[in-house]
């Protein structure tokens, strides 16, 4: 996660003469230095309404009014704006008790990716730092079979996608 300031410390100006525009979405994520996928994650949207709020139409009123309610609030409130969480890749490595290569499949990549994840600075993408996440939470409350159930889970996948041995292959390709 991109380090951000102390949330007392942001100023989002949301005028009360006009509804909420794409251009403050973009706003918001200058002003508190979040990475879209941070903010796309915190305002609960997806990608393709990031783009068509902020590049395709900045000027006009945000047309879901829960995500322009939920903008107005932490405008109003910055200090309710919710961290998205942020994993370490080592950590994760260290917790894991993987390979580096099998860590990488397991998350979805090729088995050479947590290499770099590893360097420092590294930001791992919504998806796969999503995906994590809920790998630090398996190991947490199921301790070693976690791994079990989790490699099932990937082996189901690369089959289907017809990948014979995902171990093997070190690809999802």
Not at 80 to 86: D, G, N, R
């Amino acid at each position: 996660m991109t380090a951000t300031p102390k949330n007392d410390d942001l100023l989002i100006v949301i005028p009360d003469d006009r509804p909420v525009i794409g251009m403050d979405l973009d706003m918001m994520r200058s002003t508190t230095g979040f990475k879209v996928d941070e903010i796309c994650w915190i305002m609960g949207i997806n990608a393709r309404q990031w783009i068509q709020y902020t590049k395709h139409a900045p000027m006009d009123p945000i047309p879901n009014p829960t995500v322009a309610l939920l903008l107005r609030l932490y405008a109003r409130k910055p200090h309710l704006i919710p961290t998205p969480p942020s994993i370490d890749p080592k950590r994760l490595l260290e917790e894991s008790g993987l390979s580096r290569g099998d860590l990488s499949l397991m998350l979805g990549k090729h088995s050479t990716i947590a290499s770099k994840w590893c360097k420092q600075g590294v930001h791992l993408s919504g998806n796969v730092r999503r995906l994590a996440t809920h790998m630090l939470e398996a190991i947490k409350e199921e301790g070693e079979a976690w791994q079990e159930d989790w490699r099932e889970m990937v082996e189901t996948e690369a089959k289907l996608r017809e990948i014979d041995d995902i171990w093997e292959a070190k690809s999802w390709k």
